[in-house]
């Protein structure tokens, strides 16, 4: 059903609900944009468990990359332009050029970096509208897991114990089993 890249677009592209995000988002032209995390990985992860409702988003994570304007206000600014069109939308937005001194990492040097930095690999996605009006899918991590399921930490997350913990703590307090039963869910021991 879902194999690649063009059948992920594809299947974002036929969900009037998610393009209007999307065209709401592209309307504020801000610089390495994206609406990412669960808002792609939720809409395939519905589709292979056979839902035909979408299962609850807490928010709809638009991120972008301005290391001119770092300054927190801007994004509360930019959530509320995005209510001022579509209310009912959780909308969270995220500058990633300050976001590694919220999270204590070194610097991203994209949004792209950034999203190949979240914990898990079906999460590391994102979409967006680029200046033709055509939908752009990005995976750092790839497709694979997200496609068949799994949730594995990045390799980001594998690189410290800290690291490891935050990963498997985000499991647990997610508990995506319990909304997409049919997800396998990967888990580091320590040392791994």
Not at 35 to 40: D, L, M, S
Not at 69 to 82: G, M, P
Not at 112 to 124: M, N, R
Request: charged residues 30%.
């Amino acid at each position: 059903m879902l194999k690649n890249k063009e059948d992920v677009i594809k299947l974002i592209e036929n969900d009037p609900g998610m393009m209007e995000i999307i065209k709401t988002a592209s309307s504020l032209d801000l610089p390495d944009w994206w609406i990412c995390a669960g808002f792609v990985r939720s809409k395939i992860w519905d589709t292979l468990h056979g839902y035909k409702e979408r299962t609850h988003t807490q928010d709809v994570d638009v991120i972008y990359f301005d290391e001119e304007n770092c300054d927190e206000e801007i994004e509360k600014r930019l959530e509320a332009e995005l209510r001022s069109f579509m209310p009912l939308i959780p909308w969270s937005v995220k500058n990633e050029a300050r976001m590694h001194v919220v999270n204590d990492l070194p610097p991203y040097t994209s949004s792209e970096d950034a999203i190949s930095k979240f914990p898990e690999t079906a999460t590391a996605l994102g979409v967006k509208m680029d200046k033709e009006g055509q939908l752009v899918l990005t995976a750092p991590c790839g497709l694979d897991d997200v496609i068949n399921l799994e949730v594995k930490p990045t390799s980001f997350f594998r690189e410290t114990e800290e690291l490891v913990s935050i990963y498997e703590e985000r499991i647990r307090k997610k508990n995506w089993k319990g909304t997409w039963p049919v997800i396998i869910v990967h888990h580091i021991k320590k040392g791994e």
